[in-house]
């Protein structure tokens, strides 16, 4: 019997039908070129828009899908189960965060992003500052037009596919968190160039890039939100993100791992036996099936907590953690019981390997969460029974 409703059910379905027949032949491409066409890019947004599955998780008032964080974890778990290019194309890599921002940023940015028409990425890390983000030194300074814009951005996602970045500033030196402010920069703008690019380990055909901005002037328009709130606005809006763009497609993909483990175990005989009856290989299944199990029921249960309003800031990290390192063991195994069938790049088993490193880091590392959960910890020491 399935816990989901009916309407969850279509949607599901929906989405596995789309990353099957739309998103998985495309895989290849990706693994063996770097990257796919602005074509295809182009295909896939039109293809998911026409069967309601982009910006999903965007209200409707703005013409998005309107999901609830719930049905939008479900969602993003299919788009989990292939690449990670693939899936932002599909699922549309849009902030939350513009929704603060004016009726016309709204329609110059979060609009036509929903629309497919523009895309964004999110610059807050520098050189000098990635977990401990407050200690950035990119600068906005005030001048008569506006914004006078000095510093560096590293390891940007799909920069070079971007029209435009959501940029954290400092605005007010002496108060640290609450003196940066974010801003909408168009990368057409004056004073804007790309630096470096980062060939990481995973993630093919998603881009890093360095952003550089040289007294870039940037009109009072561009100040998204209250100057200083920047971090406010980040801590409320990323959670909701974080749960569905990394928990959940980190649990798409564990689904697709095991899916390959089981079928690969079951079909390949040695010493005259199917592996799935070596007992070593079958406790790599099982444990990976546990724990699988285990880490959605957790997604699943906060995404619910979340749409009944309540304070989910730790338990996000607690996803964000078991579903991230979840994918590393199952990733790690898949290609033990795949032998040397799984160190290679005809293999998707290869690439999810690279991949599932990169998500112990991305959107805050595990250690990061660990701290969040630690603050949360020690603030209530909690009921002696189990709590209601
Ligand atoms: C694939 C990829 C895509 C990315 N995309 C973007 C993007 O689009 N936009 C963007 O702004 N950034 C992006 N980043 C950067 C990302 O946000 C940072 O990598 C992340 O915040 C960690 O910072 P760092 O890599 O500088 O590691 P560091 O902060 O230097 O940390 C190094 C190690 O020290 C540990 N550590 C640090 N502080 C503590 C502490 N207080 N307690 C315990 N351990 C600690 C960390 O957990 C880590 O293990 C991306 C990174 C990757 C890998």
Redesign the pocket.
Known sequence: MSLLTKQQEKLVQRARDFVQTELLPLEKEVEKSGGISSESSNEIIRKSRQEGLFAANIDRRFGGGGLTTLDNVLLQEQFGATKEILARRAAGNIYECIKEGTAEQIERFLIPSIRGDRHS?????EPEA????ASITTRAVRCDAGWILNGR?Y???DADFCDYFIVAAVTQPDLGPRGISLFLVDRSQQGFSYGKSFN?LG?KGTT?RELIFNNLILGKDALLGEENDGFRILGDTLGKARLSKVGARAIGKCHRLLYLMKKHAQDRQQFSKALIDFGQIKQMIVDSNIEISAARALLLQTAKEIDTGLDSRAAISQVKILATETLGRVADRAVQVFGASGCHDEEVIESFYRDAR?YR????????HM?IIAKGLKRSVGPCFVAS
């Open positions: 990425a999110l610059a807050v890390s990635g977990s401990d983000a951005k390891f940007i996602s990481m993630f890093h990169l880091i991305i959107d805050g590392t595990s250690e990061i701290n």
